[in-house]
C-alpha cells in the first residue's frame, strides 16, 4: 500500500498504461495525433480506434476518449505510427470525371489515382463532384482539413459557372436571397452575369458554404441548367493559371499566415518544389 506521502497522481495508474491525474490528462487526443500523422481525417481516426485497430503501449483501445503524449508508444494494425508530418497543402486542378474519394463502389477513376506517384498520403479539403472542375485543396493533415472544412471558417468559395439559357438579374435574385431545395435551406449566394455566349452564359458564383451539388440544385430551382462548374478559388488559395490536372505546393509561410499554424523548427521544414507537378494518368 502506498503511503500516505505519495501523491496520487503516482498511485493511480489508466487501464491503457497511462498515468492518470486528477487534472486534466496532458497530451493530445489519440485520434488527433493519428490525424496529425496523416493515418486518417480525425472522423476516419474515430473509426479506425473503435474498430480495435489501435494499441497504446501495448494495450488494444476502443475507445478515441483517450490523451497521449509523445512518450506513448502507438501501433495501427500492429505498425509504429510515423512521428508527426509538418502540415502540408496542395492546390490541384481537379479534371472532370475523376471522383473525389479514395475508393469508388462503382469502379470509377479518383483524383488519387491521377495524382503524382511522389505525392504523400494526402486527404481533399471537401469535395467536387465528378463533372464539376477546378480548385481542390489538399493536405496531409487531418487538423488542416477540419479546420478548412468548418463552417465557422466561412471561407468565400467562387465558382465560374456555364448554364444553358438566357438568365436575367431578376431571375438570379432568388439565389442572392438564399434559396430552399427538397427542404434543404442554401445560405445567399454571390451571383454576376458575367456575359452571353450564344445558348450558354456564364456566371460567377461565390457562397460560403458546400453542401452536395448545391449550385446545380440552386440554379435548377430557378429554372437554369449547369452544364460546366470550375472552382477559381477557397478562400485566399486561388487556381489562378495551374493547368488541369497539375498540382502546386502552397509554401509554408502561407499556410501560417493563412492558418495560424505555428512556426516549425528547422528540422521539421519542408520546402515546396514551388513547380506543379503533372498528374500521372488514371489507372
Given at each position: ?40 481525417s ?32 502507438i ?33 470509377r ?137 497539375a ?7 502561407v ?19 514551388g ?9
Amino acid at each position: 500500500m502506498p503511503s500516505p506521502a505519495t501523491p496520487l497522481a503516482c498511485r493511480a495508474t489508466h487501464r491503457y498504461g497511462l498515468p492518470m491525474t486528477q487534472d486534466t490528462p496532458k497530451g493530445d487526443r489519440i485520434a488527433k495525433v493519428l490525424a496529425r500523422a496523416g493515418i486518417a481525417s480525425r472522423r476516419g481516426a474515430e473509426e479506425i480506434i473503435t474498430a480495435g485497430r489501435v494499441s497504446v503501449n501495448g494495450k488494444r483501445i476502443d475507445s478515441p476518449a483517450l490523451n497521449v503524449t509523445h512518450a506513448d508508444k502507438i501501433t495501427v494494425d500492429g505498425k509504429p505510427l510515423n512521428a508527426p508530418e509538418p502540415e502540408r497543402l496542395w492546390l490541384y486542378h481537379k479534371p472532370a470525371g475523376l471522383v473525389t474519394t479514395t475508393k469508388d463502389e462503382q469502379g470509377r477513376s479518383t483524383i488519387f489515382d491521377a495524382l503524382p506517384e511522389d505525392m504523400p498520403r494526402v486527404m481533399s479539403v471537401g469535395r467536387l463532384d465528378l463533372n464539376s472542375e477546378g480548385l481542390l485543396l489538399l493536405t496531409n493533415d487531418g487538423g488542416i482539413k477540419r479546420k478548412l472544412e468548418l463552417p465557422s471558417t466561412g471561407w468565400m468559395r467562387r465558382y465560374r459557372v456555364r448554364v444553358n439559357g438566357r438568365p436575367t438579374d431578376p431571375q438570379l435574385e432568388p439565389l442572392r436571397k438564399g434559396v430552399t431545395v427538397d427542404g434543404e435551406r442554401f445560405q445567399p449566394m454571390q451571383v454576376t452575369l458575367d456575359r452571353q455566349q450564344g445558348a450558354n452564359a456564364w456566371l460567377t458564383v461565390g457562397l460560403r458554404e458546400g453542401k452536395n451539388r448545391e449550385i446545380r440544385r440552386a440554379m435548377d430551382s430557378i429554372g437554369l441548367a449547369v452544364n460546366r462548374l470550375i472552382r477559381v478559388s477557397y478562400g485566399p488559395f486561388q487556381l489562378g493559371e495551374l493547368k488541369q490536372g497539375a498540382v502546386e505546393e502552397v509554401r509554408r509561410r502561407v499556410i501560417r499566415d493563412q492558418l495560424g499554424l505555428e512556426p516549425e523548427s528547422a528540422a521539421q521544414q519542408v520546402k515546396p518544389s514551388g513547380k506543379p507537378r503533372r498528374t500521372r494518368k488514371p489507372r
